[in-house]
């Protein structure tokens, strides 16, 4: 069975407010010594995400 794909829709300030949240979350889980790969998979995806023109009505 294929996995379901989600998309979401940010704008500027949600996106940086998204990447600091992952770093923080990257720091903690560093700080308890515990494996960042999915962290790291996440922020990778967030920074080279496409920009998408949506208007909005």
Known sequence: MREKTYHIYLDSHEK???????VELK???IQQGRYTDCVDELIFKVINAPV???KVI
């Open 16 to 22: 940086t407010t998204l990447l600091q949240s992952l």
């Open 52 to 54: 998408k023109k949506v």
């Open 27 to 29: 720091n903690q889980l």
